[in-house]
């Protein structure tokens, strides 16, 4: 199973970025989809989840109306669009994809926003 994470970068404060995240290895369209940062010195934490349908969406707080978590099944892709991007979202922007009691993760993308 790999999951690959693309779209990070610099970007000023205010701006946007998507993050897309491509499995392969697995039944892709089975598997619930989240997406979870680290900042450093921080534990990694919880941004945006979807469904394995994509019925259901749930958003850490801090990020609530600002980003959307979505998936494209027939791509065997999640992504992330972040607007009105902060300071405080600069981390490492790492996918998961869990079934049951299978989890897989990616190896990250790094996230900076700076003026």
């Known amino acids: 199973v790999h999951l690959v994470e693309s779209g990070g970068g610099l970007v000023q404060p205010g701006g946007s970025l998507r993050l897309s995240c491509k499995a392969s290895?697995?039944?892709?369209?089975?598997?619930?989809l989240s997406w979870y940062r680290q900042a450093p010195g921080k534990e990694r934490e919880l941004v945006a989840d979807?469904?394995?349908?994509?019925?259901?969406?749930n958003y850490a707080d801090s990020v609530k109306g600002r980003f959307t978590i979505s998936r494209d099944n027939a791509k065997n892709t999640v992504y992330l669009q972040m607007n009105s991007l902060k300071p405080e979202d600069t981390a490492v922007y790492y996918c998961?994809?869990?079934?049951?009691?299978?989890?897989?993760w990616g190896q990250g993308t790094q996230v900076t926003v700076s003026s």
């Open positions: 979807i469904t394995s349908a994509g019925g259901s969406t």
């Open positions: 290895g697995l039944t892709f369209s089975s598997y619930a």
């Open positions: 998961n994809a869990k079934r049951n009691w299978y989890a897989y």
